[in-house]
C-alpha cells in the first residue's frame, strides 16, 4: 500500500497554542454592512501578497462530432480560485508555487479546538460574482459540512454551501467566434456558492508513495454551476472563457487555468432530438485550456453517438473521465455507483451569512463595465465583431483602448494598431500590454501626427517600435531622427526626377507596357527620402513624370 507523507511542515507546540485561531467563538448570525471591515472577525493578517502578474488556434477548426439525429446536452461546474490575501477562515496567506507546507496553521490543518473565521473578502467576491452574473443574492445564507475522506482533505468533511448558496439562478451572454459561425448565446447559472479548497497530493513516478502539501487547503473558491443549456464544444468553451473574463474584468481572482485558479469539470450526455429526458452524463476532468475542453467534449459526443449506433448505448454508465491530450481522447478514471452521499448538514462553527441591501448596492455600483457591455459599446462603434471580441477578451487591452480613444484617436484606426503592430509584439516577446512603454496618450498621438501629414504610415510603425520599447514621446522622436514628412511638391519632383534619370532602362520598359515599374520608381524615390515623402504627392507627381515623358 502506498504511503502518505506530509512534506516540509515544521511547527512548535508553543505556535498551535498561541494561534487566534484556537480561540472559541459562540456562532451568531453575521451580518455585513456596507461598513464591513477586511475581516469579519479580526486576527493577525499578514503583508499582502505582491500581485499575480484566441482560445483557438487560429488554423485549427473543430471537427463536427457528427449527431446523426442526436443532440448533445452539456452544463459545466467552474471553481474559481479567489484572489485574497488570506484563506478563506485563517490568516494564512497563499502563494501559488511556495514550499509544500509552509503556508499552513491548525486550522488548516484541520487539528482538533479550531475554530474558522470567515474571510469577509470571499463574502464581497461572491457578491460582485453573482451580481454579475445577473444572479438573485440570498440574503440570509449558510454554510454546510459536505462529509467525505480523501488524504489532501485533513477535516474529513469540506466547509462549502448546500442548500441555501448564496446566488442563484442567473445567466451570461456569450457571441460566438465568428470563425466558427459567429452569434449570440445566453446560458443559465444555476447557483454560485463559497467553499474552501482541498490541499494537494502529490505521487511519486515508482508509485509507491504519495506527498501531502496543505498549501492549498482553506484557499477560498466560488463554484459556478451552469445549466445544463450548451450543445456543443464550441459553446462551452465559449462560456468558460467568458467566466474567466469576467472574473478577471472584476479582480476577484486571476483566472489561470494553468495555476488552477479556474477549474472546469464538463458533463456531457446526449439523447434523441425532440427527447426531453436527459441521457446518461459523464463528466469528463483534466483540461487545461479551453481549446482542449472543446475537443474533450466534441469527442466525448462522438463516442456516445457511436456507442449509440452500434446498439451499446448500456456501454454508456455514469462515470468521470479524463482528457488525454497527447492521445486526444478521454479515458475513464472511476465509474460512479450512484450518486454521493456527503452528508450534509449546517456548519456549526460559522454563523448565517447575512447580507443589508445596503452592502449589495454599494457593491453592485462598484461593479465595473463587463466583458457583454464592453462588446455592445464596441459594436455600436462600428466595429466588425471581430474587432470586438478581440479587444473585449483582455481588461488590459480594452482599458488601453478605452484610454486612447478618450485621447482623440479614431476607433477603427486605433483598434487596427492595437491589433496588428503591438499585438504582433506582445506576441513574439510574450508580454502583456501593461508591459510595454507605450502610452495610450502617444498611439493617439501616433495616429493623428499620421492623419495629419506630419509623418508617413510606414515612418508610424518605425516610431511605434521606438515608444514600446524606450517609451518617450511621438514629437521628441519625430525631431531626434528628422522624421517629418516631405509635403514640398517642389521637393519631392526634384528627387522623382532624379530617380527617373538615373534609371533609363526601367524608363524605356515602362514606356513599352510595363506599367508596374511605377512601384519600382516609387520605392526609389521613397529609399531617396529615408521614407520621408508623402505617399499620395509622390504618386500624383511620378504618375505625371513618366506620363510625360512618354
Given at each position: 500500500?502506498?504511503?502518505l507523507?506530509?512534506?516540509?511542515?515544521?511547527?512548535?507546540?508553543?505556535?498551535?497554542?498561541?494561534?487566534?485561531?484556537?480561540?472559541?467563538?459562540?456562532?451568531?448570525?453575521?451580518?455585513?454592512?456596507?461598513?464591513?471591515?477586511?475581516?469579519?472577525?479580526?486576527?493577525?493578517?499578514?503583508?499582502?501578497m505582491?500581485?499575480?502578474k484566441?482560445?483557438?488556434?487560429?488554423?485549427?477548426?473543430?471537427?463536427?462530432?457528427?449527431?446523426?439525429?442526436?443532440?448533445?446536452?452539456?452544463?459545466?461546474?467552474?471553481?474559481?480560485?479567489?484572489?485574497?490575501?488570506?484563506?478563506?477562515?485563517?490568516?494564512?496567506?497563499?502563494?501559488?508555487?511556495?514550499?509544500?507546507?509552509?503556508?499552513?496553521?491548525?486550522?488548516?490543518?484541520?487539528?482538533?479546538?479550531?475554530?474558522?473565521?470567515?474571510n469577509?473578502?470571499?463574502?464581497?467576491?461572491?457578491?460582485?460574482?453573482?451580481?454579475?452574473?445577473?444572479?438573485?443574492?440570498?440574503?440570509?445564507?449558510?454554510f454546510?459540512?459536505?462529509?467525505?475522506?480523501?488524504p489532501?482533505?485533513?477535516?474529513?468533511?469540506?466547509?462549502s454551501?448546500?442548500?441555501?448558496?448564496?446566488?442563484?439562478?442567473?445567466?451570461?451572454d456569450?457571441?460566438?467566434?465568428?470563425?466558427?459561425?459567429?452569434?449570440?448565446?445566453?446560458?443559465?447559472?444555476?447557483?454560485?456558492?463559497?467553499?474552501?479548497?482541498?490541499?494537494?497530493l502529490?505521487?511519486?513516478?515508482?508509485?509507491?508513495?504519495?506527498?501531502?502539501?496543505l498549501n492549498?487547503?482553506?484557499?477560498?473558491?466560488?463554484?459556478?454551476?451552469s445549466?445544463?443549456?450548451?450543445?456543443?464544444?464550441?459553446?462551452?468553451?465559449?462560456?468558460?472563457?467568458?467566466?474567466?473574463?469576467?472574473?478577471?474584468?472584476?479582480?476577484?481572482?486571476?483566472?489561470?487555468?494553468?495555476?488552477?485558479?479556474?477549474?472546469?469539470?464538463?458533463?456531457?450526455?446526449?439523447?434523441?432530438v425532440g427527447?426531453?429526458?436527459?441521457?446518461?452524463?459523464?463528466?469528463?476532468?483534466?483540461?487545461?485550456?479551453?481549446?482542449?475542453?472543446s475537443?474533450?467534449i466534441?469527442?466525448?459526443?462522438?463516442?456516445?453517438?457511436?456507442?449509440?449506433?452500434?446498439?451499446?448505448?448500456?456501454?454508456?454508465v455514469?462515470?468521470?473521465?479524463?482528457?488525454?491530450?497527447?492521445?486526444?481522447?478521454?479515458?475513464?478514471m472511476?465509474?460512479?455507483?450512484?450518486?454521493?452521499?456527503?452528508?450534509y448538514f449546517?456548519?456549526?462553527?460559522?454563523?448565517?451569512?447575512?447580507?443589508?441591501?445596503?452592502?449589495?448596492?454599494?457593491?453592485?455600483?462598484?461593479?465595473?463595465?463587463?466583458?457583454?457591455?464592453?462588446?455592445?459599446?464596441?459594436?455600436?462603434?462600428?466595429?466588425?465583431?471581430?474587432?470586438?471580441?478581440?479587444?473585449?477578451?483582455?481588461?488590459?487591452?480594452?482599458?488601453?483602448?478605452?484610454?486612447?480613444?478618450?485621447?482623440?484617436?479614431d476607433?477603427?484606426?486605433?483598434?487596427?494598431?492595437?491589433?496588428?503592430?503591438?499585438?504582433?509584439?506582445?506576441?513574439?516577446?510574450?508580454?502583456?500590454i501593461?508591459?510595454?512603454?507605450?502610452?495610450?496618450?502617444?498611439?493617439?498621438?501616433?495616429?493623428?501626427?499620421?492623419?495629419?501629414?506630419?509623418?508617413?504610415?510606414?515612418?508610424?510603425?518605425?516610431?511605434?517600435?521606438?515608444?514600446?520599447?524606450?517609451?518617450?514621446?511621438?514629437?521628441?522622436?519625430?525631431?531626434?531622427?528628422?522624421?517629418?514628412?516631405?509635403?514640398?511638391?517642389?521637393?519631392?519632383?526634384?528627387?522623382?526626377?532624379?530617380v527617373?534619370?538615373?534609371?533609363?532602362?526601367?524608363?524605356?520598359?515602362?514606356?513599352?507596357?510595363?506599367?508596374?515599374l511605377?512601384?519600382?520608381?516609387?520605392?526609389?524615390?521613397?529609399?531617396?527620402?529615408?521614407?520621408?515623402?508623402?505617399?499620395?504627392?509622390?504618386?500624383?507627381?511620378?504618375?505625371?513624370?513618366?506620363?510625360?515623358?512618354?
Amino acid at each position: 500500500m502506498a504511503s502518505l507523507r506530509f512534506l516540509g511542515f515544521r511547527a512548535t507546540p508553543s505556535s498551535f497554542l498561541h494561534h487566534p485561531s484556537l480561540t472559541a467563538i459562540r456562532a451568531s448570525p453575521l451580518l455585513l454592512f456596507a461598513s464591513s471591515s477586511d475581516r469579519i472577525l479580526t486576527v493577525q493578517s499578514p503583508p499582502a501578497m505582491p500581485k499575480e502578474k484566441s482560445i483557438y488556434p487560429s488554423n485549427k477548426k473543430v471537427a463536427d462530432p457528427g449527431l446523426h439525429g442526436f443532440e448533445a446536452v452539456i452544463g459545466i461546474e467552474t471553481h474559481v480560485q479567489l484572489s485574497t490575501i488570506t484563506k478563506a477562515f485563517c490568516s494564512c496567506p497563499y502563494s501559488y508555487g511556495a514550499q509544500p507546507n509552509t503556508t499552513i496553521c491548525p486550522v488548516c490543518m484541520g487539528l482538533p479546538g479550531t475554530l474558522p473565521v470567515l474571510n469577509s473578502k470571499v463574502v464581497e467576491f461572491a457578491v460582485r460574482l453573482g451580481l454579475a452574473l445577473n444572479c438573485s443574492i440570498s440574503m440570509s445564507s449558510k454554510f454546510d459540512r459536505k462529509q467525505y475522506f480523501y488524504p489532501d482533505l485533513p477535516k474529513g468533511y469540506q466547509i462549502s454551501q448546500f442548500d441555501v448558496p448564496i446566488a442563484s439562478r442567473g445567466f451570461v451572454d456569450v457571441d460566438l467566434p465568428v470563425e466558427f459561425g459567429g452569434g449570440h448565446r445566453r446560458f443559465g447559472i444555476t447557483r454560485v456558492h463559497m467553499e474552501e479548497d482541498a490541499g494537494k497530493l502529490m505521487h511519486s513516478d515508482s508509485g509507491s508513495c504519495s506527498q501531502v502539501d496543505l498549501n492549498r487547503a482553506g484557499v477560498p473558491l466560488l463554484e459556478i454551476v451552469s445549466e445544463p443549456d450548451m450543445r456543443t464544444g464550441i459553446e462551452a468553451a465559449e462560456y468558460a472563457a467568458e467566466i474567466q473574463r469576467m472574473v478577471r474584468y472584476l479582480s476577484v481572482s486571476n483566472g489561470n487555468m494553468q495555476e488552477g485558479s479556474l477549474r472546469c469539470d464538463v458533463n456531457v450526455s446526449i439523447r434523441p432530438v425532440g427527447q426531453v429526458e436527459f441521457g446518461t452524463k459523464v463528466e469528463i476532468k483534466n483540461m487545461n485550456s479551453f481549446s482542449a475542453m472543446s475537443r474533450a467534449i466534441d469527442f466525448e459526443i462522438s463516442r456516445q453517438v457511436l456507442l449509440h449506433s452500434q446498439g451499446q448505448s448500456d456501454q454508456i454508465v455514469q462515470e468521470t473521465r479524463l482528457w488525454e491530450e497527447g492521445a486526444q481522447k478521454t479515458v475513464t478514471m472511476r465509474k460512479k455507483e450512484g450518486l454521493a452521499d456527503y452528508r450534509y448538514f449546517p456548519e456549526p462553527d460559522l454563523p448565517e451569512v447575512v447580507l443589508s441591501e445596503e452592502y449589495i448596492d454599494q457593491i453592485r455600483k462598484s461593479l465595473p463595465e463587463l466583458p457583454e457591455a464592453k462588446r455592445r459599446r464596441y459594436e455600436n462603434m462600428g466595429l466588425s465583431m471581430q474587432d470586438v471580441l478581440f479587444l473585449a477578451n483582455d481588461n488590459y487591452v480594452a482599458d488601453f483602448f478605452d484610454d486612447t480613444i478618450k485621447k482623440g484617436a479614431d476607433a477603427k484606426l486605433a483598434a487596427n494598431w492595437i491589433m496588428g503592430d503591438i499585438a504582433a509584439y506582445l506576441k513574439n516577446e510574450r508580454l502583456s500590454i501593461n508591459d510595454i512603454k507605450l502610452s495610450p496618450q502617444e498611439l493617439a498621438e501616433l495616429i493623428a501626427s499620421i492623419k495629419n501629414g506630419t509623418i508617413s504610415g510606414k515612418i508610424g510603425k518605425e516610431i511605434l517600435v521606438e515608444l514600446i520599447t524606450k517609451g518617450g514621446t511621438v514629437k521628441a522622436v519625430i525631431e531626434e531622427k528628422d522624421l517629418i514628412q516631405i509635403v514640398d511638391p517642389a521637393a519631392i519632383e526634384a528627387l522623382v526626377d532624379k530617380v527617373i534619370t538615373a534609371n533609363p532602362k526601367q524608363l524605356q520598359q515602362y514606356h513599352g507596357g510595363k506599367t508596374k515599374l511605377q512601384g519600382f520608381f516609387a520605392g526609389q524615390v521613397m529609399k531617396e527620402s529615408k521614407g520621408k515623402a508623402n505617399p499620395m504627392l509622390l504618386n500624383k507627381i511620378l504618375i505625371e513624370k513618366l506620363n510625360a515623358e512618354n
